[in-house]
């Protein structure tokens, strides 16, 4: 049973940074794609960014570009999301997602219907 799971959010000040991490179980490889998405308090959920499975190919939504990283240990089946200069509008609840059975060392997608599987979220609050 493919599992995943967020760790690493709480409540930071603005300018502040944190780590998330999301810990896969139950998969065969590590032939899939993560993405890592958020969904504020009366908003839609929206993607923030994504990394193929190698690691090769990183796309992230224009807010958080140039502020977040995204990167993968496959060796521990784990994507991690590094967030710096943190702002109060990111406050949301942090989820990651997995496409399973990816190919192409470039693939990615921002859309969240695409995703197999999702964590079970980890809020991330920025005061001002």
């Known amino acids: 049973q493919v599992q995943l799971a967020e760790s690493g959010g709480g409540l930071v000040q603005a300018g502040g940074s944190l780590r998330l991490s999301c810990a896969a179980s139950?998969?065969?490889?590590?032939?899939?794609?993560v993405g890592w998405f958020r969904q504020a308090p009366g908003k839609e959920r929206e993607f923030v960014a994504v990394?193929?499975?190698?690691?090769?190919?990183?796309y992230y939504e224009a807010s958080v570009k140039g502020r977040f990283t995204i990167s993968r240990d496959n060796a521990k089946n784990t994507v991690y999301l590094q967030m710096n200069s943190l702002k109060p509008e990111d406050t949301a609840v942090y989820y990651c997602?997995?496409?399973?059975?990816?190919?192409?060392?470039?693939?990615?997608?921002?859309?969240?219907?695409?995703?197999?599987?999702w964590g079970q979220g980890t809020q991330v609050t920025v005061s001002s």
């Open positions: 997602a997995a496409v399973l059975g990816v190919s192409a060392s470039y693939y990615y997608t921002r859309r969240g219907s695409d995703y197999d599987y």
């Open positions: 990394i193929s499975w190698t690691g090769s190919t990183t």
């Open positions: 139950g998969l065969a490889s590590s032939s899939y794609a």
